[in-house]
């Protein structure tokens, strides 16, 4: 059968450039267009489309001057028929952006990764755009097991970013402890990541940026043997309440080792796991700062930490994503002085008290999508 069309064309309006749109003749005229049978016949995607377009009796053919072009098998760039006529009306087909491999020193501690941003690729690069590196395995010494990771750039900052002129970077693991890492790029170091790490210009150079990650003091954490060691419980009330308590604080005092406690949520689930931090050692030796920590950036929260026996008590607002070098900074911390009366229970363990007071900023994604998710989790069940 052929397919055919007895209605009109509607007349190019003027000052349009004129195609010629006509009736075509079955699959027999795309194959005398291809120059065989088999380009009808083919399964792949693009020429199902051509074959859709014949099914419907009219196809647009491309402007005169085109047609003049001949498509040889040796075209270069494509291999197909219907690839050779797009390049013919002027597709442009870009070599595949090559990710360079992550190099390890030789002690297996840092992890560098090379990008190449020459001007075409980073013209082409919008806000939001990430590049990712390959996954690599951050491995501690003296240990065969390891962490999977990959890195995540954004050359133009990522959605959270407060400007473009801005890279956001970030490390990625399988891990489900936070890792005693420092992030660098360019000459720029911060322990984490961060969206709004540094400036792009000041980290570009030669056409490239430089990245690596290290494993602070040498090691990973061990984690899953201290997670072992310390002997904690966390309570939670209501969204707004938690209770961290310390069986063993004055040993974990003593070994001067960063210590997490389990995660919870305050105000709704979907502002993700939080946890505190106990730090000893800081801000001076006889001390130790507990940090209030949520993972969602550009979040605050205005909370408030309290010791046990009540005697040291702070409140402040606890930022997403920040490090603990910028919560020292800026003095979003609650401070205990390890040598007070009365700062450890009668069986040597430590309490502290975190309060949720106000939900002062969150991503308005988040925002606009909690009152949408408790309207339908009070509908009745389906019958």
């Known amino acids: 059968r052929t397919a055919r069309t007895d209605r009109p064309l509607a007349r190019p309006s003027k000052g349009t450039q004129r195609h010629s749109m006509r009736p075509v003749q079955g699959a027999t005229t795309l194959a005398k267009r291809f120059g065989s049978s088999r380009a009808v016949a083919s399964t792949s995607a693009p020429q199902r489309l051509c074959a859709a377009a014949v099914a419907n009796g009219l196809r647009r053919e491309a402007p005169e001057h085109v047609h003049r072009r001949r498509f040889s098998a040796t075209s270069t760039g494509v291999g197909t028929r219907l690839g050779q006529y797009l390049e013919a009306c002027g597709a442009n087909w870009g070599d595949a952006v090559e990710v360079q491999d992550i190099v390890a020193s030789q002690d297996g501690q840092?992890?560098?990764?090379?990008?190449?941003?020459p001007p075409e690729r980073l013209a082409t690069i919008r806000p939001g755009d990430p590049i990712e590196s390959r996954p690599f395995e951050l491995m501690s010494s003296g240990s065969s097991q390891g962490v999977r990771a990959r890195f995540q750039l954004f050359p133009k900052g990522d959605s959270n970013a407060s400007d473009p002129s801005h890279c956001s970077l970030w490390l990625s693991t399988d891990s489900r402890e936070?890792?005693?890492?420092?992030?660098?790029?360019?000459?720029?170091?911060?322990?984490?990541?961060?969206?709004?790490?540094?400036?792009?210009?000041?980290a570009l150079s030669n056409g490239s940026l430089q990245v690596s990650v290290s494993l602070k003091d040498g090691r990973l954490a061990d984690a899953s043997t201290d997670v072992q060691k310390v002997q904690q419980s966390l309570q939670l009330t209501d969204l707004k309440?938690?209770?961290?308590?310390?069986?063993?604080a004055q040993e974990l005092f003593r070994a001067g080792k960063l210590v997490s406690s389990p995660p919870f949520r305050f105000h709704h689930v979907l502002l993700g796991d939080?946890?505190?931090?106990?730090?000893?050692?800081?801000?001076?030796?006889?001390h130790c700062a507990v940090f209030f920590r949520c993972r969602i950036p550009t979040m605050r929260l205005r909370v408030k930490l309290e010791e046990g026996s009540g005697s040291f008590s702070k409140t402040f607002e606890a930022v997403g994503r920040a490090s603990g070098e910028d919560d020292l900074k800026q003095g979003r911390f609650l401070p205990v002085n390890m040598d007070a009366p009365n700062v450890f229970e009668s069986d040597g363990s430590l309490i502290v008290r975190a309060a949720l007071e106000e939900v002062v900023t969150i991503p308005?994604?988040?925002?606009?999508?909690?009152?949408?998710?408790?309207?339908?989790?009070?509908?009745?069940?389906?019958?």
């Open 178 to 202: 936070r890792l005693p890492i420092r992030l660098r790029l360019a000459s720029t170091e911060r322990e984490g990541g961060a969206s709004d790490f540094c400036r792009l210009e000041d």
């Open 364 to 383: 308005a994604a988040l925002r606009d999508m909690i009152p949408r998710l408790d309207e339908r989790a009070s509908w009745p069940k389906r019958l």
């Open 241 to 248: 309440f938690a209770e961290w308590r310390l069986f063993n």
């Open 110 to 117: 840092t992890f560098a990764w090379q990008v190449d941003l």
């Open 274 to 286: 939080m946890y505190l931090e106990f730090q000893p050692g800081a801000p001076h030796p006889e």
